[in-house]
């Protein structure tokens, strides 16, 4: 039984350790990310300015601002320009 604990514990390490940030690459998101500097930078997501507090909220808001674009992120995009701004400047807990 409690084998079977430790196994799943294992492959869980695994799983997250190969995914990082809900599967995103954040290097390619950061050059997705500049398409985004038409309307803002960076300076949205800095502590003292960010509305978000969670990685729900972060994805959703990007989701909603990728309807805006032409062209439009794919849904793979979107997991890097989440998992960019995620490892630069939103610091879930
Ligand atoms: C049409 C202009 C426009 C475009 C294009 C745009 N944004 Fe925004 N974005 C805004 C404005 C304005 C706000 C501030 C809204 C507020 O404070 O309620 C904002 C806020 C945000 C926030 C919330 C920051 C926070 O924590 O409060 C995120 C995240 C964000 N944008 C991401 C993106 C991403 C990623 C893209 C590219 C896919 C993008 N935006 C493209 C205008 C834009």
Redesign the pocket.
Known sequence: MSRWVRIGGVLLAIAVSACGSAGGDAVKGEQ??R??????GTE??TPD?????TSA??RK??I???D??NP??TKEE?DD??AY?ERD??RFP
């Open positions: 997705l990310h398409a985004c500097f038409g309307c803002h949205l997501y300015r960010a509305k978000i507090r909220e972060l808001a990007v909603e601002w990728n805006r674009m439009k992120f979107i320009v989440v701004l400047f939103y």
